[in-house]
């Protein structure tokens, strides 16, 4: 591969041409230069990049796939030029929210931060579903749902259209067995994983092209829709942590809006990929200095599993995992009622299913013991104690 580059370029990043995999599926990887997709760098955040010219000048226009044309590399490679992002807030916009959980309930903050191009500040809205904020064309609407094990959807589409058909916006997670079977569409190493298993893997979409920014990132681009519309999107996988996780986002709209499908998909990244286990403004303001933190890990254990405060004190949980968490001190919504226990007189309470990188915080005012479970983790053990002393 050394010596070519592809037509297909992220912000400074050559790729090189990959190996065909079956009928259908090419492969396009990045050249490594980081190690990780926990190790970016912020000064390298990585980002999608379909040029203009992959549809204005691609040989199928009329399919408008994402075409790798090999190049020779010119000995100083020339700068992709960029235009600097300018900072925006969004007002988040709550969407309806099924879930297959007993007791669910979310926090979104009010606002989210988003950096994308001036071309663009007035054209992305944020919306809140599933205990996740998406960002997405302004003036959308959508639905969100959460599975029994906690995985997520989200979907955007235009006020009155469909959220199966036409333009629209798709944000799936998964933290279970389902994680490796989603990922195995997209990622080799996945798909050999689950054939090694003996079980059933599906072919990756036809006509379907890649891009890896990093081996546990992806960007692809698949065929037009018939009724032509542009389809990119970005997919996260590692097995690097307990339980296997699987992000995805997919853009769906007009092909000569697809610079807005890049600006969208850099957001997730950025948002979802890059530091989903970063406070957010909103986590760190809700912090004050006297706050008790409690983990919530990717071992499915709160760290430090009991804690001891003053009355009138409170405690932080933030989750650091990459998977969904609860702090449920409610003995109605848990399978065993002897995992929760709350000094007489108080009335039970419940953080709600925390995504990655979210924080709930609550403060004590009655002095006790107060014993707590993670819904999604109860048959797990992930169980803790806060102890209240004081008058």
């Known amino acids: 591969m050394a010596g070519w580059v592809a037509t297909a370029l992220l912000v400074g990043v050559f790729v090189g041409v990959g190996r065909t995999v079956g009928e259908h599926f090419t492969s396009v990887v990045a050249t490594p230069t980081r190690g990780g997709a926990a190790a970016f760098p912020p000064s390298a955040t990585p980002t999608v990049a379909f040029p203009d010219s992959m549809v204005s000048t691609a040989t199928d226009v009329a399919t408008a796939h994402l075409v790798v044309t090999a190049t020779p590399v010119p000995a100083t490679p020339t700068p992709v030029p960029t235009v ?129 920014i990093d081996p546990e990132l992806v960007a692809y681009r698949l065929p037009n829709t018939p009724d032509g519309l542009g389809i990119d999107g970005v997919a996260y996988f590692t097995d690097k942590v307990p339980g296997t996780i699987f992000k995805q986002e997919e853009v769906v709209l007009p092909l000569g809006e697809r610079r807005l499908s890049t600006v969208i998909l850099d957001a997730f990244i950025a948002r979802s990929i890059l530091n989903p286990t970063g406070l957010n403004n909103e986590a760190k303001a809700a912090q004050s200095a006297n706050a008790t933190v409690v983990k919530m890990t990717d071992q499915n254990t709160f760290d430090p599993g009991t804690v001891t405060i003053s009355k009138g004190q409170t405690v932080t949980w933030q989750n650091a995992s990459s998977t969904v968490h609860s702090a449920t001190f409610d003995p109605s919504k848990v399978a065993n009622k002897a995992d929760v226990s709350l000094p007489d007189g108080v009335q039970p309470f419940d953080s709600g299913l925390l995504q990655p990188g979210q924080s709930w915080s609550h403060t004590f005012t009655v002095a006790g013991t107060y014993k707590y479970v993670c819904i999604p983790h109860e048959s797990l053990g992930m169980r803790g104690t806060v102890v209240v002393v004081g008058e």
């Open 84 to 212: 600097a992002p300018t900072p925006v807030t969004l007002p988040v916009h709550l969407l309806v929210t099924s879930c297959a959980l007993a007791g669910c309930s979310f926090a979104y903050p009010s606002s989210v931060a988003v950096q994308v191009p001036p071309a663009y500040a007035g054209a992305l809205g944020a919306y809140g579903a599933a205990g996740i904020v998406v960002v997405g064309p302004a003036g959308w609407t959508g639905v969100g749902s959460v599975g029994v094990q906690g995985n997520t959807f989200v979907s955007l589409y235009p006020v009155g259209s469909s959220r199966t058909r036409g333009p629209r916006v798709e944000v799936t997670t998964e933290s279970t067995g389902a994680a490796m079977l989603n990922a195995a569409s997209y990622f080799e190493q996945a798909r050999l994983d689950e054939q090694h298993e003996g079980n059933p893997v599906p072919p990756p979409p036809a006509g379907m092209t890649e891009t890896f």
